[in-house]
Nanobody, 127 residues
Framework: QVQLHESGPGLVKPSQTLSLTCTVSRGSITTIFYYWAWIRQPPGEGLEWMGAISYGGSSYYSPSLKSRTSISRDTSKNQFTLQLSSVTPEDTAVYYC???????????????????WGQGTQVTVSP
């Protein structure tokens, strides 16, 4: 069973870039039809799909975050990375990486379809 683990700083200052890494084990990020996503949950709110990268390296982003978000991967390390620029306190959340077999990827932004999740990491944006 695929395992995912998020890592990165827990505190980021406003206007800086948030950078998180997801390390994948018991599976490969190049496995055909698998999609690797970042999902977050602000305090007191629901889950928000931020974006994903496919087994082939194609990236997909939430329209509301697209201008500030970049997702990339390092196949040699079996990792994928989230960068969120120009953060504000509203970006404070628990950030999760997740994975799913989504076939051709037409439902890549449907958060409930992701069935492998990391444990989540708290990121606070504060001066």
């Amino acid at each position: 069973q695929v395992q995912l683990h998020e890592s990165g700083p827990g505190l980021v200052k406003p206007s800086q870039t948030l950078s998180l890494t997801c390390t994948v084990s018991r599976g490969s990020i190049t496995t055909i039809f698998y999609y690797w996503a970042w999902i977050r949950q602000p305090p007191g709110e629901g889950l928000e799909w931020m974006g994903a990268i496919s087994y082939g390296g194609s990236s997909y982003y939430s329209p509301s975050l697209k201008s500030r978000t970049s997702i990339s991967r390092d196949t040699s390390k079996n990792q994928f990375t989230l960068q969120l620029s120009s953060v504000t306190p509203e970006d404070t959340a628990v950030y999760y990486c997740a994975a799913a077999d989504l076939g051709r990827g037409t439902l890549v932004d449907v958060q409930p379809l992701y069935d492998y999740w990391g444990q989540g990491t708290q990121v606070t944006v504060s001066p």
